[in-house]
């Protein structure tokens, strides 16, 4: 299939999913729409079990594959959703949580890699640099996923800047560690490796160029829609931002999901403000909303599908179903120990650390980062474990997170 039928067939099918569970389901959109797909693929898989001459399930499991979800997502919708996510995060309420977010997108992520690669590593066998990269990919929070559950969650504005502030970082520096673990795990695939200060130099380059270039990228742009009155215009040069600095920070080896939150940080606290008339406000606020809501039913519908790459082995599922209470636990350390590093600064509500450990969910990135590593012995169980993870994250913990912070006594006090 060429690249314009695959984008129509997946329009189609999110259409078509988002319809049934709008009428059915009335589930969360995202939601939604990963569980119809999801229910799909199974089924298909139990069909062809049931009638093995149809074929169906090889069939669509080539098709899957054709799709290079890792590359759709990393090099292609990544940085749009991005964007489009730190637009509606504001500068001076992300201020106030400055510490926490820092605290949780370095110590937590760190906490978190280690917990998780020791606890798979003994489950599994897997040598411990292998299982420290498996941790980092399944460590940070995912944004998209975050942000979509937000929208639905109706959390108090300070509870949810933590947590999507933390999501929107946690998920560049996370990406920033993969890489660097994946190249001391690795180095037969081309990747860099070296020692711990080849290592801290890679995440210094990536981090620190990614946000430089994405505020001096934001900042010339906003200087330009300062000079335009022409909304459809200022529409696209937004977007040409947010896809034109990605694809350079990935030309300059810097952080490119780094870049898009520093960048939309910029245009959607700055340029709103400063740059931009009433009528563009509105029409640049609408076109990434829709962006951000198309671009998500789109994600959810090929993560479901994603379930043909795995290998469904008993010691594969069971490795898998371990390590979401893994993964639990090492999400609770990463909450836990800034929150209490910060206690004697400043107050905290006792729903804090509960709330924001079982909102801290994964998504299509881990799953992308998953696909993305060499082929290797270990290459199927991290790939099962991380896709067991991330369903039960989206479905269980993404339907019952509201409900949790109305049980943990929900107001507009909570910080």
Not at 57 to 67: C, F, L, Q
Not at 109 to 131: D, E, K, R, Y
Not at 390 to 402: H, K, N, Y
């Amino acid at each position: 299939m060429t690249i314009l039928q695959i984008t129509s067939l997946l329009i189609v099918l999110a259409g078509l999913f988002g319809a049934i569970n709008y009428l059915f389901l009335k589930l969360p959109t995202a939601i939604g729409i990963l569980l119809v797909a999801l229910l799909s693929s199974l089924g298909v898989m139990g069909l062809d079990m049931a009638v093995p001459s149809l074929g169906m399930a090889a069939a669509v499991r080539t098709e899957v594959s054709g799709i290079e979800f890792s590359d759709a997502l990393l090099e292609g919708m990544l940085g749009l959703l991005l964007f489009a996510g730190a637009l509606h995060v504001r500068i001076a309420d992300l201020r106030a949580q400055w510490r926490l977010v820092f605290l949780m997108a370095t110590i937590g992520i760190a906490l978190s890699t280690v917990i998780v690669g020791v606890g798979f590593s003994w489950l599994t066998g897997m040598p411990l640099l292998v299982a420290l990269v498996f941790g980092s990919l399944v460590s940070p929070t995912d944004p998209v996923a975050v942000l979509g559950v937000l929208r639905e969650a109706n959390l108090p504005r300070s509870l949810e800047t933590k947590i999507a502030g933390e999501s929107l970082f946690n998920d560049g520096v996370g990406y920033v560690v993969f890489l660097v673990l994946v190249g001391m795990a690795f180095p037969e695939d081309g990747s860099q490796a070296g020692g711990l200060a080849d290592a801290a130099r890679l995440f210094v380059q990536e981090a620190l160029g990614g946000a430089a270039l994405g505020l001096i990228l934001g900042w010339l742009t906003f200087r330009i829609m300062r000079r335009i009155d022409d909304y459809s215009l200022e529409v696209l040069l937004t977007l040409g931002l947010a896809f034109g600095g990605y694809e350079l920070a990935v030309y300059l080896h810097v952080s490119a999901p780094i870049m898009a939150v520093c960048a939309g940080l910029l245009i959607g606290d700055v340029g709103t403000r400063h740059g931009m008339s009433e009528q563009t406000r509105h029409y640049v606020e609408a076109f990434w909303k829709l962006i951000d809501e198309i671009l998500n039913a789109v994600l959810f519908l090929m993560i479901g599908f994603e379930v043909f790459a795995i290998a469904f082995e008993a010691e594969f599922l069971i490795a898998g179903m371990l390590s979401i209470a893994l993964t639990l636990l090492a999400r609770l350390a990463a909450v836990a120990v800034p929150v209490l590093l910060l206690k004697p600064f400043r107050s905290f509500s006792s729903g804090v650390i509960p709330i924001m450990t079982w909102g801290g969910l994964k998504g299509g990135i881990s799953v992308a980062l998953a696909l993305s590593l060499p082929e290797s012995d270990w290459k199927a169980p991290i790939l099962t474990a991380t896709y067991m993870i991330v369903i039960f994250s989206i479905i269980v913990q993404g339907l019952t997170v509201t409900r949790l912070a109305n049980r943990m006594g929900r107001s507009p006090e909570m910080v």
